[in-house]
C-alpha cells in the first residue's frame, strides 16, 4: 500500500497534471552580443563573462566585493544617514517609491557599498556603484557613501579602489545631486594630499556626471573589455552632430587608443591587476626618474610613491590581461604647429585685405 500511495500515484497525478512547473526567471541568461544562452551557474561560476564570446556581463556591488577581497570576506562601511527626498518630488510616480521598489529589489540602501578588507594581503577600501539601484545615479547617499569611503581610506592610510557604474546624476534630487560631484571632488583631493592611491575601474556603464568628476579623477584608470565610458551617450552625440560615428565610439578600447584610460583588463585578471598597482604604488620604491616621466602638478610622484612611466607600464603588461592601444594615424593627430600656422596665414591674409588701397 505504501508503494502505491508513495510512487505510483505521484507519478500519475504527475502524468495527468496540466499545471506548469515554476522555472526561476534567471535560469538562462542570453548574451547581448551573440544571443548565446549559458546556464547561470556556469556564467555566476565565471565572474559573470559569457564564456564563448567573452562578453562581460553587469555585476551587483554584493559580487564585486566578494571577488575583490581575500576569501571574499569584507566589512562594509557604515555610511551616515541622509535625508530622503528633499525635494518632494514626484513625476510619474513619487520619488518615495521608486527608493522603496530600489532597496527591496536589490537589498540596498542606496546605489553606492563601501567595503573594507584585505587584498593579497594588503588593507585596501573599496565602493562599488549598483547600476541595478536606480541606474547607479549620483544622490546624497550615494555621494555621501563615497566620501564616507575615501574618508575611511585616509584613516586607514590604505588605497581606495571605486568601481564605477551609473547613469549620471539624480534627477530626483535636482541641485542638491549636482551638489555631490564637487563634495567627491574635494574628498578625492584629500587621498591625493595624504598620498594615497585612488584607483578607479570604469565599468559598463559610467556616464554623464559620474564621469564628469571623480570617476575620471583617478591616478589610475582601468576599464573592463567593451565598457561604455562617456559623458553625453553615443545617440546623442550622433543626432547633435548629424555625422556617422566610428564603429567602438565611447567604448573601452576606443577611450585607450585615444589616452582616455590607461588599461583595458579582462575580469579574469582585475584583481591581480588591482593588487600589483596597489602594491607598486604603496611600496614607496625609488626609482630612477626619466625625462619622458609624466609629472602631476610638477611632482614626479602619483600620491604614495614615486614611479616612473615605464615601472607601470611594466606592472600593467605582466598582468596579461591588457589590450594593446591602436596607433591612432597622423590625419586624426593634433598639431599645434600647424594649427598656429594656418591661423597666422588666415590672418595675414585677413590683414592684407583689410589694408587701406591706393596709398
Known amino acids: 500500500m505504501n508503494w502505491i500511495n508513495n510512487v505510483v500515484r505521484p507519478k500519475i497525478s504527475g502524468l495527468l497534471s496540466t499545471a506548469k512547473r515554476e522555472v526561476p526567471d534567471n ?8 544571443g548565446e544562452m549559458v546556464f547561470y551557474k556556469d556564467l555566476e561560476a565565471n565572474q559573470f563573462v559569457v564564456p564563448g564570446s567573452n562578453y562581460h556581463m553587469r555585476m551587483d556591488s554584493q559580487q564585486r566585493l566578494r571577488h575583490l577581497f581575500d576569501g571574499g570576506e569584507y566589512q562594509l562601511v557604515a555610511v551616515p544617514a541622509v535625508q530622503q527626498d528633499p525635494l518632494r518630488f514626484r513625476d510619474g510616480r513619487k520619488y ?21 578588507g584585505q587584498l593579497d594581503g594588503q588593507a585596501i577600501v573599496a565602493a562599488v556603484q549598483d547600476f541595478r539601484f536606480m541606474a547607479g545615479s549620483l544622490g546624497m547617499a550615494a555621494g555621501e557613501a563615497l566620501v564616507t569611503g575615501m574618508l575611511r581610506a585616509v584613516e586607514l592610510k590604505t588605497p581606495f579602489i571605486l568601481f564605477a557604474a551609473s547613469g549620471g546624476a539624480r534627477m530626483q534630487e535636482g541641485i542638491l545631486s549636482l551638489m555631490q560631484m564637487p563634495r567627491t571632488t574635494i574628498a578625492v583631493q ?12 570604469l565599468t559598463d556603464p559610467t556616464t554623464g556626471g559620474v564621469t564628469a568628476s571623480y570617476a575620471m579623477l583617478g591616478d ?15 545617440r546623442v552625440i550622433q543626432q547633435t552632430i548629424r555625422e556617422q560615428l566610428p564603429d ?16 583595458v583588463v579582462h575580469r ?39 614611479v616612473d612611466a615605464r615601472v607601470m607600464e611594466t606592472a600593467a603588461r605582466e598582468s596579461g590581461g591588457v589590450v594593446e592601444p591602436e596607433v591612432v594615424p597622423n590625419s586624426q593627430r593634433f598639431e599645434p604647429g600647424k594649427t598656429d600656422k594656418n591661423r597666422d596665414d588666415t590672418a595675414s591674409s585677413v590683414n592684407a585685405n583689410d589694408a587701406p588701397r591706393g596709398a
Not at 582601468?222 to 561604455?228: K, Q, R, S, V
Open 248 to 263: 567602438g565610439f565611447q567604448r573601452a578600447e576606443y577611450l585607450l587608443s585615444h589616452g582616455m584610460v590607461d588599461m
Open 268 to 306: 579574469h585578471q582585475l584583481r591581480e591587476t588591482l593588487s600589483r598597482v596597489c602594491r607598486l604604488l604603496m611600496s614607496g620604491a625609488r626609482v630612477e626618474k626619466s625625462k619622458a616621466a609624466h609629472h602631476m602638478n610638477g611632482k614626479p610622484y602619483m600620491n604614495g610613491a614615486t
Open 96 to 116: 518615495t517609491d521608486r527608493l522603496k521598489d530600489a532597496k527591496a529589489t536589490t537589498k540596498l540602501e542606496d546605489a553606492v557599498l563601501v567595503g573594507e
Open 27 to 34: 535560469l538562462w541568461v542570453k548574451c547581448p552580443e551573440t
Open 190 to 201: 584629500r587621498l591625493k594630499e595624504a598620498r594615497l592611491p585612488y584607483i578607479v575601474v
Open 220 to 234: 589610475v584608470h582601468i576599464a573592463e573589455p567593451g565598457a561604455l565610458i562617456c559623458f553625453a551617450g553615443p
